[in-house]
């Protein structure tokens, strides 16, 4: 299977590793020389292209799958849509056009399309409620890769990421240092995020559909902070409540929108669809950043 891989980051990257273990063709694009440097390391092919430049993704050789893994870098709406929906509409009208188009599209979306669910589970099925001007883009871009593929004669796939953590994304000072808000944390691995979307290729899964991409077992942030405190062999961390933390004066639009959302998020579908977690709860996941926070001291 040749695959290509737009906007080659963080979960990108080990897609592309996992990938070309198994035999597969990739080719990672980014913008940046510190990107196309990133993507050699990891052991395949790179090419400089912006997904918001038609004539630039030219360069990208044809391929049986696109995975839209591209970033608005954690800026505003307006760089969001500039990515999220521009970006996603102009690779998939350019892989479409040409006379050996793809055969699917994934498209990496995030759980902060549901918005705030006061701790209630939420899946596939779930209605979408976005916070954000932000998030209200993702829910356009997840329609947009559900639907435009198929004027293409091609299918689409939305994989909808919880919370990525992993090597160089552990923030295990956040949770140890505090103080801690209360609210669940719905987390997913960053080589199950990545292997999550090569199951989905691999095996032909979930066209036209979405997946919520998240591990077994959704956690309170008190409780997971506790049990990173003693594992680390530290203090437990100081703890407040979501009405203690507003009270803060240094919390951007944004941010108290985030602490506001709360929710538990379902890997049921993922799970029935035979995907085998390699980090199926963060007890397994962040056990090599506790090895490594122990080893330190």
Same mark, same amino acid.
């Given at each position: 299977?040749?695959?290509?891989?737009?906007?080659?980051?963080?979960?990108?990257?080990?897609?592309?590793?996992?990938?070309?273990?198994?035999?597969?063709?990739?080719?990672?694009?980014?913008? @940046?020389?510190?990107?196309?440097? %990133?993507? $050699?390391?990891?052991?395949?092919?790179?090419?400089?292209?912006?997904?918001?430049?038609?004539?630039?993704?030219?360069?990208?050789?044809?391929?049986?799958?696109?995975?839209?893994?591209?970033? @608005?870098?954690?800026?505003?709406?307006?760089?969001?849509?500039?990515?999220?929906?521009?970006?996603?509409?102009?690779?998939?009208?350019?892989?479409?056009?040409?006379?050996?188009?793809?055969?699917?599209?994934?498209?990496?979306?995030?759980?902060?399309? /549901?918005?705030?669910?006061?701790?209630?589970?939420?899946?596939?099925?779930?209605?979408?409620?976005?916070?954000?001007?932000?998030?209200?883009?993702?829910?356009?871009?997840?329609?947009? %890769?559900?639907?435009?593929?198929?004027?293409?004669?091609?299918?689409?796939?939305?994989?909808?990421?919880?919370?990525?953590?992993?090597?160089?994304?552990?923030?295990?000072?956040?949770?140890?240092?505090?103080?801690?808000?209360?609210? /669940?944390?719905?987390?997913?691995?960053?080589?199950?995020?990545?292997?999550?979307?090569? /199951?989905?290729? $691999?095996?032909?899964?979930?066209?036209? $559909?979405?997946?919520?991409?998240?591990?077994? $077992?959704?956690?309170?942030?008190?409780?997971?902070? #506790?049990?990173?405190?003693?594992?680390? #062999?530290?203090?437990?961390?100081?703890?407040?409540?979501?009405?203690?933390?507003?009270?803060?004066?240094?919390?951007?639009?944004?941010?108290?929108?985030?602490?506001?959302?709360?929710?538990?998020?379902?890997?049921?579908?993922?799970?029935?669809?035979?995907?085998?977690?390699?980090?199926?709860?963060?007890?397994?996941? /962040?056990? #090599?950043?506790?090895?490594?926070?122990?080893?330190?001291?």
């Amino acid at each position: 299977m040749h695959v290509t891989i737009l906007g080659c980051g963080y979960v990108g990257l080990e897609l592309g590793r996992q990938l070309t273990a198994r035999g597969h063709d990739v080719v990672g694009v980014r913008r @940046s020389d510190a990107g196309i440097d %990133a993507i $050699e390391a990891a052991g395949f092919d790179a090419v400089r292209a912006d997904v918001t430049d038609p004539e630039s993704l030219e360069s990208v050789p044809d391929v049986d799958a696109v995975v839209f893994a591209a970033s @608005s870098g954690g800026r505003d709406a307006e760089a969001a849509r500039e990515v999220y929906a521009e970006g996603l509409r102009t690779a998939i009208e350019t892989f479409g056009e040409r006379e050996n188009t793809p055969d699917r599209l994934v498209y990496t979306s995030s759980t902060g399309v /549901y918005g705030d669910h006061d701790g209630d589970w939420v899946d596939e099925q779930t209605q979408l409620e976005p916070a954000t001007e932000k998030t209200e883009v993702l829910v356009d871009a997840e329609r947009l %890769a559900l639907e435009l593929p198929s004027e293409y004669g091609f299918d689409g796939t939305v994989a909808r990421f919880a919370g990525l953590y992993g090597p160089d994304r552990y923030r295990l000072e956040r949770y140890l240092e505090g103080p801690v808000t209360e609210g /669940y944390l719905n987390m997913i691995h960053r080589d199950d995020a990545a292997g999550t979307v090569r /199951y989905l290729l $691999e095996e032909d899964r979930a066209r036209g $559909e979405v997946v919520l991409t998240v591990d077994d $077992e959704p956690v309170e942030k008190w409780a997971f902070a #506790d049990w990173l405190a003693d594992e680390c #062999d530290s203090p437990r961390p100081e703890k407040q409540t979501v009405a203690e933390r507003l009270e803060a004066d240094d919390l951007s639009p944004t941010a108290r929108q985030r602490i506001l959302v709360n929710k538990r998020c379902s890997n049921e579908k993922l799970r029935e669809l035979g995907y085998e977690f390699a980090h199926p709860t963060f007890r397994d996941g /962040y056990r #090599d950043a506790i090895d490594a926070y122990s080893d330190g001291r």
